[in-house]
């Protein structure tokens, strides 16, 4: 329905900010709400945040709350992540995501397709 392409991960030091990018095709786009998730070596995907379809609600997971900023253009079907201040701990592959179902937004459940995920290494 929605192919989504993800880049702009990278190797960073603590501190520092990276803009990850998510372009999708389709005439639809604007019908899906978005999120980003992440997942680190063994450990399980998790929710990082996710926009409405409008880019008027935004939602983030607790820990990167003040720090990420998620954020979407319709017209050039894109979705952006936002990350400052950067921690080892948000080192993981980083995945945008697409969501029809009425789930909750933190839920991997409902989102039914993926980008190909593009990694980001945090050193201290």
């Known amino acids: 329905q929605v192919q989504l392409v993800d880049s702009g991960g990278g190797l960073v030091q603590a501190g520092d900010s990276l803009r990850l990018s998510c372009a999708a095709s389709?005439?639809?786009?604007?019908?899906?709400?978005m999120g980003w998730f992440r997942q680190a070596p063994g450990k399980e995907r998790e929710f990082v945040a996710a926009?409405?379809?409008?880019?008027?609600?935004?939602y983030y997971a607790d820990s990167v709350k003040g720090r990420f900023t998620i954020s979407r253009d319709n017209a050039k079907n894109t979705v952006i992540l936002q990350m400052n201040t950067l921690k080892p701990e948000d080192t993981a592959v980083y995945y945008c995501?697409?969501?029809?179902?009425?789930?909750?937004?933190?839920?991997?459940?409902?989102?039914?397709?993926w980008g190909q995920g593009t990694q980001v290494t945090v050193s201290s």
């Open positions: 389709g005439r639809t786009f604007s019908m899906y709400t």
């Open positions: 926009i409405s379809r409008s880019g008027g609600s935004t």
């Open positions: 995501a697409a969501k029809r179902a009425s789930t909750s937004v933190v839920s991997i459940t409902g989102y039914d397709d």
